[in-house]
């Protein structure tokens, strides 16, 4: 006789849960008949969370700008507490949202990826990309490649404890087909420093 091995029971904290309901009302009504989308409006309602240098439970957040004209950066979220050396792994972070809402400061996505650097004690590097229907594709997967490259060439701008040779793509929705245009990309063309060795949709 085997017993069944119980199920880990996984949830969204309730904030988060709330603001992507709410999120998800005003992204409908933001939807244009034609395809385009009414970015007045969304922002209105698309609350953002600041950068917090201050370790706020156990996280602490910068954003750096990779290219201010085409409005390309990513938020670093860094545990302020870590266990053995010290060292920890990188995770490049793609928020969904259909390609064409949010961003890593969005109300719903900041204490998500607050989460993952707490709970996996990682540090998460989550990326700010060019939208549709604004921006046509690839444009999505040029600036995510991009952000790769940026790292592998000024690894300064992530703590010291970051473990370049264990980077994690990962994303949610949209975002997971970003990570995985981004892995296959980087696989060619090859970085020098980040090592890509996963892949989490």
């Avoid at 085997?2 to 904030?15: A, F, M, Q, V």
């Avoid at 201010?68 to 792994?89: E, I, K, M, Q």
């Amino acid at each position: 006789m085997t017993s069944e091995i119980p199920k880990p029971k996984l949830s969204l904290p309730l904030r988060t849960r709330v603001a992507l309901f709410f999120s998800s009302a005003v992204t409908n009504f933001s939807r244009r008949s034609d395809g385009t989308v009414n970015r007045g409006f969304k922002k209105l309602l698309d609350y953002k969370s600041r950068p917090k240098t201050k370790s706020v439970k156990g996280v602490s957040t910068k954003d750096v700008t990779v290219d201010a004209n085409r409005d390309l950066w990513f938020r670093v979220f860094t545990p302020t507490a870590s266990s053995g050396d010290g060292v920890v792994p990188v995770v490049i972070f793609f928020h969904g949202g259909g390609f064409a809402f949010y961003s890593p400061d969005s109300y719903g996505y900041d204490p998500v990826c607050q989460r993952f650097c707490r709970q996996i004690n990682a540090i998460v590097v989550s990326v700010n990309y060019r939208r549709p229907p604004e921006y046509r594709f690839p444009s999505q997967y040029d600036d995510g490649e991009d952000v790769l490259k940026f790292l592998d060439e000024n690894p300064a701008v992530l703590p010291k404890k970051a473990d370049f040779s264990k980077c994690f793509l990962a994303g949610d929705s949209a975002g997971g087909n970003l990570a995985h245009q981004v892995a296959v990309r980087v696989a060619k063309s090859g970085l020098r420093k980040v090592r890509v060795v996963g892949f989490v949709p």
